[in-house]
């Protein structure tokens, strides 16, 4: 299986921040990566897919990029409402896994 | 819009099978594949396996032996079995559509159902 480690695990910033979270696969998935937001008690939601393109109706605050083993999902601008846990996904090989989350809290 | 609901019994008994079904509306089950994915309260995302419009399907390998997809295109629906359950398998259940000739990835979720295994 494809071992995805999310760093850090927990991050505190604030509003108008810029945050960076990473994601490093245990070896090489090209570009397809995934990240998701997800808040308490709601599905997860995509944000961008195959490392870097920006799903539909996501605020364009949010990127990222890589390829390989390490990827990056930065929000340039931290809002209120970017609170949550956000998760990368491997979808290169079965089994699809995913990192263990990285949880983002609003200073 | 493609809405996804997940329905089946919350409680499940020790060594008895779960069975949850996922209905779609706004999109035909025939023009996507189709994923099962489980949260424990407090952890993250396991996936438990994908099925094709053709009904073949992938399925985690740390849980392969006990689970069963299926769809039902008569009903636009497609269901999750899983077999021998113990309290590790207590989770939400999330049934996701997923987008994307490569890198396929989950787009959209239905709201996700406790199920608890407890006798």
């Known amino acids: 299986d494809i071992q995805m480690t999310q760093s850090p695990s927990s991050v505190s910033a604030s509003i108008g921040d810029r945050v960076t979270i990473t994601c490093r696969a245990s070896q090489d998935i090209y570009s397809w990566l995934a990240w998701y937001q997800q808040k308490p008690g709601k599905p997860p939601k995509l944000l961008i897919y195959t490392s870097s393109s920006l799903q539909s109706g996501v605020p364009s605050r949010f990127s990222g990029s890589g390829s390989g083993t390490d990827f990056t999902l930065t929000i340039s601008s931290l809002q209120p409402e970017d609170f949550g846990t956000y998760y990368c996904h491997q979808s290169n090989s079965f089994p699809i896994t995913f990192g263990q989350g990285t949880r983002l809290e609003i200073e | 819009q493609v809405q996804l609901q997940e329905s089946g019994p919350g409680l499940v008994k020790p060594s008895e099978t779960l069975s949850l079904t996922c209905t779609v509306s706004g999109d035909s089950i025939s023009n996507y594949y189709w994923s099962w994915i489980r949260q424990p309260a407090g952890k993250g995302l396991e996936w438990i396996g994908r099925i094709y419009p053709s009904g073949s399907t992938n399925y985690n390998p740390s849980l392969k032996s006990r689970v069963t997809m299926s769809l039902d295109t008569s009903k636009n629906q497609f269901s999750l079995k899983l077999s021998s359950v113990t309290a590790a398998d207590t989770a939400v259940y999330y049934c996701?559509?997923?987008?994307?000739?490569?890198?396929?990835?989950?787009?959209?979720w239905g709201q996700g159902t406790l199920v608890t295994v407890s006798s």
């Open positions: 996701a559509r997923e987008s994307g000739v490569t890198g396929t990835r989950p787009d959209c």
